[in-house]
Nanobody, 124 residues
Framework: QVQLLESGGGLVQPGGSLRLSCAAS????????MGWYRQAPGKERELVAS???????TYVDSVKGRFTISRDNAKNTVYLQMNSLEPEDTAVYYC??????????????????WGQGTQVTVST
């Protein structure tokens, strides 16, 4: 079973920075897309940033220019560099990895795995 281990959350002042990391428990995996989601109290979970196996990235409008998603395939790790943090960024952040598998019948399917979540709080 694949586990995603998150780290890097914490409490920062507005304008500060944090770097989130998410590492898969197994190195030998076919990981396709990876992404970061966040969920604030009373709100739905939203996609913050995603990155494909070819390093094509997307961002929600509210974080463009401030957040940067990246990945290290040798370590099966995805990162989220968060700069110029705002109170509105306060949420629990979850990483997700899409793992590809192929059956003996040569049918390829994907399973999504989620990290445990890490709290990011931006406050004075």
């Amino acid at each position: 079973q694949v586990q995603l281990l998150e780290s890097g959350g914490g409490l920062v002042q507005p304008g500060g920075s944090l770097r989130l990391s998410c590492a898969a428990s197994r190195l030998i995996l076919r990981i396709n897309d990876m992404g970061w989601y966040r969920q604030a109290p009373g709100k739905e979970r939203e996609l913050v940033a995603s990155i494909t196996s070819s390093n094509v990235t997307t961002y929600v409008d509210s974080v463009k220019g401030r957040f940067t998603i990246s990945r290290d395939n040798a370590k099966n790790t995805v990162y989220l560099q968060m700069n110029s943090l705002e109170p509105e960024d306060t949420a629990v952040y979850y990483c997700k990895a899409q793992v590809l598998r192929t059956t003996l019948a040569s049918y390829t399917y994907a399973n999504n795995y989620w990290g445990q979540g890490t709290q990011v709080t931006v406050s004075t």
